[in-house]
């Protein structure tokens, strides 16, 4: 098991070194110089000289791109935000509070309300209440997110005046964000709980179950779902890596300074350490979410652990 | 995967009709019991007639960006039918113009994201294991470690703010699923027996890609290639929306909305339309997918 996520973690770094180089070139391309759009147009060509030394702006696109690596990998450095002068880490975890709070704001609603409409839908397949949770998923994916969001804004805040239009001072705040980041998310986790508990209800030992009399309920809640539990949880912990990364629109949305708004921010100013390192920060995260979820498998189904256990004891004899 | 569908329409047909169909006609025959599908073809084909026409009875010029600032904020009348915008122009001329440019990016983003998912997914898919597959591989997975979205930004903004740069971006940055979608049809077909028959004709392998398997993987790329547009056209207009990408007084649905953000707490009618037609072609679009992917793989329908 240890072997296994230290595989998982040492596959990581190229793609983190390749994800900076990428960056890297496109925000070369990028026109405009970073010293020039913080100094504005007013400054004088020696103060912007003077920034792009200190920012270290001058050099080839090679030279530049190794100092930053070089940097990172030999004294862990990920530089400084070209902006505010802080170093990256102290920047994105500032805001990064912000993303966290909508993220599992919004994890929250799509998990526990998608479940349970997915239950619903498949227990009354074919019915009326499965036909309108199926209209509902389609009409979901089908909404672009800041639309929904400029809709609840104007229902809830605009109309009823029940919760504030934008910020993130309060948790009220995170109540309209969280419902529309998990509207895409929702539809999914409905569409994968009710076919999950379809495959699973066709399966012979809930007919067996059935047959010896266990109560309906029981079958449904501990037969039935507590099989049909595995994809959920991977589209959940999946989710939950693209929506650290996911909510740059909504947050411009409802102004919620997290971590989106700053890669935006960043992407405008060429404040390049910043995106890079947010975007590293994310991609570092969602795969240790999926690596947690994988591993989270083996708790919750026992056959895959017996699984794991007997082929890591075949490999070890292949290997002697 | 078209050849298995094949030999399966022709047990659905003994079962039902005795009269042979084409392998086209079988799809259209499974895809019309579908009502949904049919009802997304139906609104689709609409749309597109709209975006044909619009031209013909609208002028860009007066009819669309003209501003008439004593006409502002005009709620919704019979004369305008979803009401007038902060500088007096009509809303649903606006919004039949719009799906004009919906439809023309989303097409082109698909355009290109699919035609190069269909040369690195081909490549890597027939050279499996070999280091070309390996580097592209591990490519598209650096590609899919960065939020779309974010990617999307940076690299209009790394080329400049233009409707083909949006497509170039937006294509770019849906490439690397497709090119996981070919390679892996690719992979299931290029063991069977038509493949082995080319190579044992000699065929070159790039006729052997483009000419034997990818024809025969078209299915699943349409059937992919339909859902990208209508997702696409959700990241057209959320790309407008934040202001990089088609800007106004163009009328994209997504331009709209992002000139009406200002104005909605006052004049919510000014959000409801633009957002309106996104769902719906969206929504057509998943639809007739849905439907396709049915049609083409009637195994998969549970």
Same mark, same amino acid.
């Given at each position: 098991?240890?072997?296994?996520?230290?595989?998982?973690?040492? /596959?990581?770094?190229?793609?983190?070194?390749?994800? $900076?180089?990428?960056? #890297?070139?496109? /925000?070369?391309?990028?026109?405009?110089?970073?010293?020039?759009?913080?100094?504005?147009?007013?400054?004088?060509?020696?103060?912007?000289?003077?920034?792009?030394?200190?920012?270290?702006?001058?050099?080839?696109?090679?030279?530049?791109?190794?100092?930053?690596?070089?940097? +990172?990998?030999?004294?862990?450095?990920?530089?400084?935000?070209?902006?505010?002068?802080?170093?990256? #880490?102290?920047? +994105?975890?500032?805001?990064?509070?912000?993303?966290?709070?909508?993220?599992?704001?919004?994890?929250?609603?799509?998990?526990?309300?998608?479940?349970?409409?997915?239950?619903?839908?498949? =227990?009354?397949?074919?019915?009326?209440?499965?036909? +309108?949770?199926?209209? =509902?998923?389609? =009409?979901?994916?089908?909404?672009?997110?800041?639309?929904?969001?400029?809709?609840?804004?104007?229902?809830?805040?605009?109309?009823?005046?029940?919760?504030?239009?934008?910020?993130?001072?309060?948790?009220?705040? #995170?109540?309209?964000?969280?419902?529309?980041?998990?509207?895409?998310?929702?539809?999914?986790?409905?569409? /994968?709980?009710?076919? $999950?508990?379809?495959?699973?209800?066709?399966?012979?030992?809930?007919?067996?179950?059935?047959?010896?009399?266990?109560?309906?309920?029981?079958?449904?809640? %501990?037969? =039935?779902?507590?099989?049909?539990?595995?994809?959920?949880?991977?589209?959940?912990?999946?989710?939950?890596?693209?929506?650290?990364?996911?909510?740059?629109? +909504?947050?411009?949305?409802?102004?919620?300074?997290?971590?989106? $708004?700053?890669?935006?921010?960043?992407?405008?100013?060429?404040?390049?350490?910043?995106?890079?390192?947010?975007?590293?920060?994310?991609?570092?995260?969602?795969?240790?979410?999926?690596?947690?979820?994988?591993?989270?498998?083996?708790?919750?189904?026992?056959?895959?652990?017996?699984?794991?256990?007997?082929?890591?004891? %075949?490999?070890?004899?292949?290997?002697? | 995967?078209?050849?298995? !569908?094949?030999?399966?329409? @022709?047990?659905?047909?003994?079962?039902?009709?005795?009269?042979?169909? *084409?392998?086209?006609?079988?799809?259209?025959?499974?895809?019309? @019991?579908?009502?949904?599908?049919?009802?997304?073809?139906?609104?689709?084909?609409?749309?597109?007639?709209?975006?044909?026409?619009?031209?013909?009875?609208?002028?860009?010029?007066?009819?669309?960006?003209?501003?008439?600032?004593?006409?502002?904020?005009? *709620?919704?009348?019979?004369?305008?039918?979803? *009401?007038?915008?902060?500088?007096?122009?009509?809303?649903? @001329?606006?919004?039949?113009?719009?799906?004009?440019?919906?439809?023309?990016?989303?097409?082109?983003?698909?355009?290109?994201?699919?035609?190069?998912?269909?040369?690195?997914?081909?490549?890597?898919?027939?050279?499996?294991?070999?280091?070309?597959?390996?580097?592209?591989?591990?490519?598209?997975?650096?590609?899919?470690?960065?939020?779309?979205?974010?990617?999307?930004?940076?690299?209009?903004?790394?080329?400049?703010?233009?409707?083909?740069?949006?497509?170039?971006?937006?294509?770019?940055?849906?490439?690397?699923?497709?090119?996981?979608?070919?390679?892996?049809?690719?992979?299931?077909?290029?063991?069977?027996?038509?493949?082995?028959?080319?190579? !044992?004709?000699?065929?070159?392998?790039?006729?052997?890609?483009?000419?034997?398997?990818?024809?025969?993987?078209?299915?699943?790329?349409?059937?992919?290639?339909?859902?990208?547009?209508?997702?696409?056209?959700?990241?057209?207009?959320?790309?407008?929306?934040? *202001?990089?990408?088609?800007?106004?007084?163009?009328?994209?649905?997504?331009?709209?909305?992002?000139?009406?953000?200002?104005?909605?707490?006052?004049?919510?009618?000014?959000?409801?339309?633009?957002?309106?037609?996104?769902?719906?072609?969206?929504? !057509?679009?998943?639809?007739?997918?849905?439907?396709?992917?049915?049609?083409?793989?009637? @195994?998969?329908?549970?």
């Amino acid at each position: 098991m240890v072997k296994f996520i230290i595989k998982r973690l040492l /596959m990581l770094i190229p793609v983190l070194l390749g994800i $900076s180089f990428i960056l #890297f070139s496109i /925000m070369n391309l990028t026109p405009g110089d970073a010293a020039t759009l913080l100094l504005g147009d007013s400054a004088t060509p020696e103060a912007v000289e003077t920034l792009r030394q200190q920012l270290g702006l001058n050099g080839g696109f090679f030279e530049r791109y190794f100092n930053y690596i070089g940097n +990172i990998i030999l004294h862990g450095d990920f530089g400084f935000s070209y902006r505010t002068k802080n170093p990256v #880490f102290d920047e +994105i975890f500032i805001r990064f509070s912000y993303t966290v709070r909508l993220a599992f704001t919004a994890i929250a609603i799509s998990s526990i309300l998608g479940v349970l409409l997915g239950i619903v839908s498949a =227990i009354k397949q074919y019915s009326k209440t499965d036909n +309108i949770i199926t209209a =509902i998923t389609l =009409i979901l994916t089908s909404m672009p997110d800041f639309w929904l969001g400029l809709m609840l804004i104007i229902l809830f805040s605009v109309k009823l005046g029940v919760l504030p239009i934008s910020g993130a001072t309060s948790w009220q705040h #995170f109540i309209l964000p969280g419902f529309t980041a998990a509207a895409n998310y929702l539809a999914n986790t409905i569409r /994968m709980s009710r076919s $999950s508990m379809l495959e699973v209800s066709r399966m012979d030992y809930i007919r067996t179950a059935r047959a010896k009399g266990v109560p309906e309920r029981d079958v449904i809640f %501990k037969h =039935i779902f507590k099989n049909a539990l595995m994809p959920i949880v991977t589209l959940v912990g999946v989710n939950m890596g693209w929506q650290l990364g996911g909510t740059i629109i +909504i947050e411009q949305v409802f102004g919620i300074p997290g971590i989106g $708004s700053l890669m935006i921010q960043s992407i405008r100013l060429k404040d390049v350490p910043i995106v890079i390192g947010c975007v590293m920060f994310i991609a570092t995260l969602s795969s240790i979410i999926n690596l947690a979820t994988d591993i989270l498998y083996a708790y919750i189904d026992p056959r895959l652990r017996a699984k794991f256990v007997t082929t890591k004891k %075949k490999a070890v004899k292949s290997n002697g | 995967m078209a050849e298995i !569908s094949l030999n399966k329409n @022709k047990i659905d047909e003994s079962t039902g009709e005795v009269k042979r169909r *084409g392998q086209i006609a079988s799809i259209w025959f499974r895809f019309k @019991k579908n009502k949904l599908a049919l009802a997304g073809l139906i609104i689709f084909v609409a749309l597109v007639i709209i975006a044909f026409i619009s031209p013909l009875i609208l002028d860009y010029e007066t009819d669309i960006i003209t501003q008439e600032i004593s006409n502002r904020f005009q *709620g919704p009348s019979l004369e305008h039918l979803f *009401g007038t915008d902060q500088f007096g122009r009509d809303i649903f @001329k606006r919004i039949l113009w719009g799906s004009r440019t919906s439809m023309f990016v989303g097409i082109g983003v698909v355009a290109i994201s699919l035609g190069g998912g269909a040369i690195i997914g081909s490549i890597s898919g027939y050279y499996e294991g070999s280091v070309a597959d390996n580097v592209l591989m591990r490519l598209c997975d650096m590609f899919l470690a960065i939020p779309g979205t974010l990617l999307a930004i940076a690299l209009v903004s790394a080329f400049g703010n233009s409707i083909p740069n949006l497509m170039l971006a937006l294509g770019i940055s849906t490439m690397p699923k497709m090119s996981r979608i070919v390679r892996s049809s690719v992979l299931s077909l290029k063991n069977q027996e038509f493949v082995e028959a080319a190579i !044992s004709c000699g065929t070159s392998d790039a006729r052997i890609m483009f000419r034997h398997i990818l024809p025969n993987a078209v299915g699943p790329m349409i059937v992919e290639g339909t859902l990208s547009v209508a997702r696409s056209i959700i990241s057209i207009a959320s790309m407008s929306f934040i *202001g990089l990408g088609i800007q106004p007084p163009n009328p994209e649905w997504g331009a709209m909305l992002s000139e009406a953000k200002t104005q909605m707490i006052n004049y919510p009618y000014l959000v409801y339309a633009p957002g309106f037609a996104i769902v719906l072609t969206v929504m !057509s679009l998943t639809l007739i997918g849905d439907g396709l992917r049915d049609a083409l793989d009637p @195994k998969m329908k549970n």
